[in-house]
């Protein structure tokens, strides 16, 4: 449900992703560099983790 982290994990990360493609509409040099590194660490972090634990997650690696 809304109250496990399991449900809003995953709504952060999404936040995030809509975030970074509302960046798509800026000009290059106003993009935040910390942001894109940020989503860059978290997608390679999340993407490993999901196919190391049991079950592997596969639809969790292909969503970071």
Known sequence: GVFAVHFWAPTFKWGIT???I???VKPPEKLSYPQQIAVTCTGIIWSRYSTVITPRIITSSALD
């Open 18 to 20: 809509v975030a970074n």
């Open 22 to 24: 509302a960046d798509f």
